[in-house]
Nanobody
Framework: QVQLVESGGGLVQPGESLRLSCTAS????????VHWYRQTPEKQRELIATIFSTDSTIYADSVKGRFTISRDNAKNTAYLQMGSLKPEDTAVYYC???????????????WGQGTQVTVSS
């Protein structure tokens, strides 16, 4: 049973910070690329950050310089540290783990359940 469990969402004011967590079970997260997405009713699901098994990272322009993706392999958890939050960051945030070429039954994609982040004054 592979499962990703997210936590850390909530209501914050503009300019504040929040850290989202994505804890995996059934897979070793260090072997996967982990992606953070966000989605609103008005937009398609947007890829905002990726960390690869090599620890290389990629960020969407909309969050570059404000958000940081990381992982703690010992805790089998990936994180999204969000700073300088803006109202337009309001969305449901999802983590996803994926790998290629190893074993198709374990490659994923595996998705978390989503966590709501609301930025409002």
């Amino acid at each position: 049973q592979v499962q990703l469990v997210e936590s850390g969402g909530g209501l914050v004011q503009p300019g504040e910070s929040l850290r989202l967590s994505c804890t995996a079970s059934g897979i070793a997260i260090r072997l996967y690329a982990v992606h953070w997405y966000r989605q609103t009713p008005e937009k398609q699901r947007e890829l905002i950050a990726t960390i690869f098994s090599t620890d290389s990272t990629i960020y969407a322009d909309s969050v570059k310089g404000r958000f940081t993706i990381s992982r703690d392999n010992a805790k089998n958890t990936a994180y999204l540290q969000m700073g300088s939050l803006k109202p337009e960051d309001t969305a449901v945030y999802y983590c996803m783990a994926f790998r290629s070429g190893v074993s198709e039954v374990l490659n994923g994609p595996y998705w978390g359940q989503g966590t709501q982040v609301t930025v409002s004054s």
